[in-house]
């Protein structure tokens, strides 16, 4: 099973455009993330892909609360999401988002109900130190991320690993180097007894790589963005990795 998540990140969404069905196999799951105002319109429109957020608040008190711009995990629930992107590397850079918040986020989402995709990924600053210090700084965000998740939610987990300087840059990291950081996160996550949970690439991929970082069974999805704004493009990739 392949895992296919469309981040539409702030882009406004022509949604007619996704109503029609593309053909693809019973070894996807489409997922789409819309901005928050657009969730219902796509609910209403695509029947074809689960629905995903971008984003939840921390708290989600019984009948709202004094929490003026936030959107509760209640919120969306009510409107039929069910995957929520947690800690994405623009929501740590432009809402200094940091890894407690996300925890918290990460361990109300859960609690809910929700599949997590949680984002991790380095910058090129630690990248060019090697894989080594690739390896520190993505075993501390987990630490943190993912500090109290109680096992029993691992099938509910999804990393997104998303290399900071893959993102929206076309350049994708080598599908060797994806391996490596994946067989990284499952030994360090069986050791902290949180066990298998999916893995998911992001990173600049489209119809052209996609196929050849999704081929390895090791790797369980990708969460698109800039190739999942047009609904024409993103059908393309879930043609091709239907041929996988
Ligand atoms: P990108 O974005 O596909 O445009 O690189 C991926 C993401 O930020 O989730």
Known sequence: MKFIIANWK???PNVK???QK???GKNIRAVIAPPFPFIGE???NVSWAELGAQDVFSKDPVGGGSFTGEVSASMLRSLGVSYIIIGHSEKRKYSKETDEIINKKVLLSLKKGFKVVLCIGEPLTIRAKGILAVENFLKNQL???LGKVAVRFQNNIYIAYEPIWAIGSGKTDSPKDILEVSDIIEKFLSRKKIGKIKFLYGGSVDENNVEKILKSEKIDGALIG???VEAKEFKKIL????RL
Do not use: A, E, L, Q
């Open 143 to 145: 630490k943190v991320d």
């Open 17 to 19: 455009t996704w109503k």
């Open 10 to 12: 702030m882009h406004i």
């Open 42 to 44: 796509v609910k209403k």
């Open 239 to 242: 043609s091709v990795v239907s």
């Open 22 to 24: 593309p053909s693809f």
């Open 226 to 228: 800039s190739s999942s």
